[in-house]
Nanobody, 116 residues
Framework: QLQASGGGLVHSGGSLRLSCAAS????????TGWLRKAPGKEREWLSI????????YYADAAKGRFTISRDNNKNTVYLQMNSLRPEDTAVYYC???????????WGQGTQVTVSA
């Protein structure tokens, strides 16, 4: 089970750190990712961190501003978001998958709103 949190209202240029806490399994056994869904837009993947080695990947929308990380002791994956823009306003989700499987595990989403 995944629990996403950390969203909120922030001014343009501000920062937020989203958390994706896992229960029932060790998150470092799964690839974990963050994506977002804004009204009227397609779902957009932002970043993925691989299991074990923790190699990170970023979409263009996230490069240079967002950082994904994992704390194995807390069984949590984070998305640090800096230099936020109004166009970053969306519901943010975390998801996880086992090797060779689909993205079967989803957090409930956390709302991020960036005001101009």
């Amino acid at each position: 089970q995944l629990q996403a949190s950390g969203g909120g209202l922030v001014h343009s240029g501000g920062s937020l750190r989203l958390s994706c806490a896992a229960s029932g399994a060790a998150l470092n056994a799964y690839a974990t990712g963050w994506l977002r869904k804004a009204p009227g837009k397609e779902r957009e993947w932002l970043s993925i961190i691989t299991r074990r080695e923790g190699v990170t990947y970023y979409a263009d929308a996230a490069k240079g501003r967002f950082t994904i990380s994992r704390d194995n002791n807390k069984n949590t994956v984070y998305l640090q978001m800096n230099s936020l823009r109004p166009e970053d306003t969306a519901v943010y989700y975390c998801a996880a998958r086992r090797p060779g499987a689909s993205w079967d595990y989803w957090g409930q989403g956390t709302q991020v709103t960036v005001s101009a």
